[in-house]
């Protein structure tokens, strides 16, 4: 009987073993973990916001300070946790972007050359509309400026001042916003590019380039955002219903990123952009909503546009975040395969840009955001900033914006009347 004892014994002190390292192991795992967590600060010491509350203009209540931004950006995600895409049926009289015969699934870009003009993108445009509708007459003619151009060429005509497909009806009208300071030749590659993805799209749209004339030496993007938006929404003629907010140097690469509105929720479109010197995509943090947002008039509202007080790069966009969060919104994105894009920044070579001046004030700036969300914004653009030129083009409207007249020197900026004119094209020479 004993000698038969021992190896039960020992299988149930090996057990016994086994069972206690593997408590030990995963009792020490979580107690580590929980001390790292701990070394994060949840929240900066008060003397820091002190003295971040030093540099900025207005004195701001001290509880409104524990928020550090940066760490609150990196945990927080904007995206909406439960959602659903509109989803129109097929419907020819009010054609949703993803029964359009156009897409073509990842499609190429194309780098002009440096000597592009906005004359010859307007002709590029124009001359294959004025052509009779036949299947023929729209294969493209003048392509000698932009090489490797693919170019799916969709039936459309320019009507009260907007871009539209001569077969359908799109499903709805849309404004393109781009701020821009410089950069000219980001914008011209983004509408080479651009015009072509919404007609593959099938969108009834017009382009509105605002470019910042006044001051030269730092950037309000917010203001011309909020600016070009006032601007449009009073242009009622126009009946837009879908505002799209784009960086200049962002080109999309797959047709099925569709640039529509969503009824419920405010679309970020850019997941992930590539660079085009290390040819890898970056995805950034899940708080951001810069680059492309897609919304509607109401959206646009409800958070009463962007902080007008972010001057140099970086901060508008995170401050329209917080205005989400404010006001119990989120945004959607498209599938991660598909919303993706080129970025044609700085430090790139051939689609170069200088440098934004950095925002140093602008983590500053986000602290408070939220106090601001009425008085700061869409309401009180008109007192900031004026239109000083339309020039009306067939590929784009542009916008020329003094963004601070209260400090412009130059009274004839803040005093004289908008002028309009229709850009007048040079005469076509015939390109073989
Ligand atoms: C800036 C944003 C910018 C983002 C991505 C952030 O640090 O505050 O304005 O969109 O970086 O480049």
Same mark, same amino acid.
């Given at each position: ?109 194309? +780098? ?131 505002? +799209? ?188």
């Amino acid at each position: 009987m004993t000698p038969r004892k021992f190896p039960l014994l020992k299988k149930s002190l090996f057990r016994f073993i086994l069972f206690s390292t593997i408590l030990f192991i995963i009792i020490t795992t979580l107690i580590s973990s929980s001390f790292n967590s701990r070394q994060v600060p949840l929240i900066y010491s008060l003397s820091f916001c002190k003295n971040e509350s030093k540099s900025l203009p207005f004195s701001i209540p001290e509880s409104y300070l524990l928020i550090p931004y940066r760490e609150f950006a990196l945990r927080t995600s904007i995206a909406c946790r439960v959602f659903k895409f509109d989803n129109p049926t097929k419907n020819l009289s009010s054609l949703h972007p993803k029964y359009s015969k156009y897409l073509n699934g990842i499609f190429p870009y194309v +780098i002009p050359s440096q000597n592009i003009t906005f004359d010859d993108i307007e002709k590029f445009y124009t001359d294959l509309s004025s052509l009779n509708y036949s299947k023929e007459a729209f294969v493209p003619r003048h392509t000698s400026f932009a090489t490797n151009l693919t170019f799916a060429n969709v039936p459309y005509i320019y009507k009260n001042g907007m871009w539209e497909p001569i077969e359908v009806q799109s499903y709805q009208r849309s404004a393109i916003l781009v701020p821009l300071q410089g950069r000219h030749y980001n914008a011209k590659a983004f509408l080479l590019n651009l015009h072509a993805y919404f007609r593959r799209q099938l969108l009834t749209y017009a382009i509105f380039i605002i470019e910042q004339t006044y001051p030269m030496n730092k950037f309000n993007k917010g203001r011309l955002y909020n600016t070009a938006f006032n601007y449009i929404r009073q242009n009622k003629s126009l009946n837009i219903t879908c505002y +799209i907010l784009h960086d200049v140097d962002l080109i999309p690469e797959h047709d099925s990123n569709y640039y529509s509105c969503e009824t419920m929720n405010p679309k970020h479109t850019t997941s992930r952009v590539r660079q085009l010197i290390r040819g890898n995509y970056v995805k950034y943090y899940e708080f951001l909503i810069g680059g492309v947002l897609i919304l509607t008039y109401n959206h646009y509202e409800e958070l009463n546009g962007f902080s007008n007080l972010y001057w140099g790069w970086g901060g508008e966009d995170d401050d329209l975040a917080l205005r989400f969060v404010q006001q119990k919104m989120c945004v959607i994105r498209p599938p991660f395969a598909v919303a993706i894009y080129t970025g044609t920044f700085e430090s790139e070579k051939t689609l170069p840009h200088p440098k934004g001046q950095r925002n140093n004030q602008r983590f500053g700036l986000l602290l408070w955001s939220t106090i601001r969300l009425k008085t700061d914004g869409l309401h009180n653009i008109e007192t900031l900033t004026r239109i000083v030129e339309v020039k009306r083009w067939t590929t784009f409207t542009h916008l020329k914006v003094n963004v601070d007249i209260t400090n412009s020197k130059d009274t004839s900026l803040s005093t004289s009347k908008v002028t309009t004119t229709t850009a007048k094209l040079t005469p076509t020479t015939k390109k073989k």
